[in-house]
C-alpha cells in the first residue's frame, strides 16, 4: 500500500471522514455537502501525522521555500509536523514555521503573523481542507502583506467543490493537494 492509501485508509481509521449522501454536512461557507472531512480529528493521531508529513515531504522535494504556515488553528500542526518531518529526514530542510492569526492581537505587538519570518522570506501555506479556497487565500494575503514570497499552498484534502483550486490559482500560487475526496470516497468503498 501506498503512502497515499495509506493516509486516505487513515481518515477512515480514525473516523475523520463522514459521507452522508441523504442529509449532507453544513460547511463554513453555509452550503451543505454530503462529505465531512475533519483533519484536525485526523492530526491527533501520530501515525496519521506521520504520513501527511511524508507525503508532503515527498510532494515538496522540488520546490523551495524557506517557512510554512498559514492560518490559525488547523495550520499550526500540519505546519510543525511536515517541518519536524522534514529536518529530521535532511538537516538542510530547516523550514520555519508561523501561524497567521484571525484577528491581530489586542496586546503586546498586535502581530497578525506569530513565528519566524524573514521579510524576503519564500513561504508555503498550508491549510487543512480546501473546498472555496476562502481561508487558504485569507493566509496568502497577509503573508504576501507582510512582504513573503507565496508561489505555493499544500492541502491535506481538495474537497474538489465551489471551484477553490481554480480561485487560489488565480492569485499565482500553485495548489499542491495530498488526497482529493475521491481517494476519501474509495477508501470508504473498500472498507
Known amino acids: 500500500m501506498t503512502v497515499r492509501e495509506q ?5 477512515h481509521d480514525t473516523e475523520s ?23 484536525r480529528a485526523l492530526m491527533a493521531h501520530p501515525e496519521a501525522r506521520r504520513l501527511v508529513a511524508h507525503l508532503a515531504y515527498e ?3 522540488d520546490i523551495e521555500f524557506d517557512c ?10 500540519i505546519a510543525v509536523t511536515i517541518s519536524d518531518f522534514a529536518c529530521a529526514a535532511s538537516p538542510q530542510r530547516l523550514w ?20 519566524s519570518i524573514r521579510p ?14 476562502g481561508s487558504l487565500l485569507k493566509a496568502v494575503g497577509v503573508a504576501r502583506e507582510a512582504g513573503l514570497r507565496v508561489d505555493h499552498a499544500l492541502v491535506i484534502v481538495d474537497r474538489l467543490e465551489q471551484d ?4 487560489v490559482e488565480r492569485e499565482k500560487v500553485q495548489l499542491i493537494s495530498l488526497l482529493t475526496i475521491h481517494d476519501l470516497m474509495q477508501t470508504v468503498n473498500q472498507a
Open 68 to 77: 510554512l504556515g498559514g492560518l490559525e488553528l488547523g495550520a499550526i500542526p
Open 17 to 39: 471522514f463522514k459521507w452522508d449522501r441523504d442529509k449532507g454536512f453544513k460547511l463554513a461557507s453555509g452550503e451543505i455537502s454530503p462529505f465531512y472531512v475533519d483533519c
Open 96 to 115: 520555519r514555521t508561523f501561524v497567521v492569526r484571525k484577528q491581530p492581537k489586542d496586546h503586546g505587538l498586535g502581530k497578525l503573523i506569530e513565528g
Open 120 to 133: 524576503t522570506d519564500r513561504a508555503l501555506i498550508v491549510d487543512d481542507v480546501l473546498t472555496s479556497g
Open 164 to 167: 477553490g483550486r481554480a480561485r
Open 7 to 11: 493516509l486516505a485508509k487513515s481518515f
Open 59 to 61: 510532494a515538496l522535494t
